[in-house]
């Protein structure tokens, strides 16, 4: 019998139990899963968008080459088991990396999956070949693949430029879905077609999504549920009372603060809940082209003036860690050690970095009496707003009065990915915990997603030895420079590594909250509702 043990925190403690996916546990078939979304999906195309409002609802409806197994709870290329690929193969120089697929699975229209559509896919992403996507949040990911060569329908060879052992970790993340060839990219915005256990229904903006099982989905017995709907209810207060009242099975996974969290222990102690890191950081992103951030001097004030245990202590009562661009240990497997970041610029003595801040704020002509006025931008999600607001009083502090801006999620990310704004507070998702990914993604030289438009070709040389260094102590000492440098660039200023809640009902099984990444574990083939 396979398995795997896991933990939750249910409201009286910490429960170890084992989740199975073999038949042992007697899983109930038939239900709907009832979840919750917090805003409007952009689209729902995975690799078109950047946020985990599209992957929560619609990782479910695809499959990838790989995936991270669904029942560990931190991510690592350990923890990659097959998807649509059977199994995987690297040649004698790490410059090959082969799959062999699986044969008869079909699309949910009923056309056949083969190897074809692999290389549409990748193509796509990088920007390559005839069909095209709108944007591309992740192209960087896989800018070190020279060729995709389909050998047959069942085998398809990615040919590298040079070796990159981690790409491996890129290709399980939710963010690496495989698309069909055959259906229009208009058509995967609005109701794609995947291989995945569930089939889209119906979207409805603004109101829900619902999906249904795939009677004919490749793995056996799979889906246990019928369906799974998820509720778009913008108001925070709302999705938590609704969760409490037991109408809704599952909250969304990042959306339960710990102030939150003691509430639903009170109010719900049956409720099973997650408090666990989630590889997101909230952070400053200044855009350094447009004045008057592209004085280095006025990004520096604004990098002093940040508080950061202010921030953790009001938004997580001391839960959320500080750290760099990398997910801090020990569940972050490459993140900098708390006395690498002491000599920091903005991570030392509040009141000396403030003082600072004010000189260089006076020597540029502000002052108490010539005050600078400013908007900062952020997602209209309670989260980012809660985030801004304590921002904003921090500014006063060095002379400038800012005003808030929310912004509505597919617009939002349309002006950041634009540089359409002067400062914002953002929270930034890592799909896996791998420098590769952040890196590329977040900092890289004309990357979609490297919202503040940093960009340094000297870095970006250690980027690609890092990435291409098998040896793990050598390379975690790469990318420990890697952040210090970024860290001194004020490239974009991380305020802390946040911590978050997800609630499920008692009677929802099989579910594992994942403690490094938030955008990899909702396949939920393996979910049952014990009812």
Known sequence: MNGHAYAWMTAGGLILAASLTGTALAQKSGGILRS??????????????GTVSVVVPYMAVYNNLVMYDQHVAKNSEASIVPDLATSWSWNADNSQLTFKLRQG?????????????????????????????????????WNNIESIVPKGDHEVAFNLKRPQPALITLM??????????????????TKPIGTGPFKVAEI???????????KDYWKPGRPYLDGIEYT????????????????IDM???????????????DKAPRAQCTLRPSNVTSNLIINRDAPPFDNPDMRRALALTIDRKAFIDILSEGQNTIGGAMLPPPHGNWGLLPEDLTNLIGYGEVATNRQEARQIMRNLGHGPNKRMKIKVITRDVATFRDLTVIFIDQLKDIYIDAELEPIETSVYYSRVFKKDYVVGINQTGSGVDDPDQHFYENYGCGSLRNYTAYCNPELEKLFAKQSAEADQDKRRKLVWEIDRKLQQDIARPIIAHNKSAGCWQPHVKGLTLMVNSIYNGWRFEDLWLDK
């Open 172 to 189: 399980a993340s939710g963010y690496a879905p495989i698309y069909s060839c055959h259906v229009p990219q208009t058509v995967m915005r």
């Open 36 to 49: 919750l979304l917090v805003d409007n999906p952009p689209s729902a195309s995975i690799h078109e968008e």
């Open 204 to 214: 409805n903006p603004n109101q829900n999504i619902r999906l249904v099982k795939n």
């Open 251 to 265: 909250t969304f996974p990042t959306d339960v603060t710990v102030p939150h969290l003691k509430d639903i222990r």
């Open 232 to 247: 778009i209810m913008p108001s925070r207060s709302t999705r938590l009372l609704t969760f409490i009242a037991g109408e």
């Open 105 to 141: 699975v079909k699309w949910h229209d009923g056309k056949p999956f083969t190897a074809r559509d692999v290389k549409c896919t990748f193509d796509m992403a990088m920007g390559n070949g005839e069909m095209k996507f709108r944007k591309s949040p992740r192209d960087l990911w």
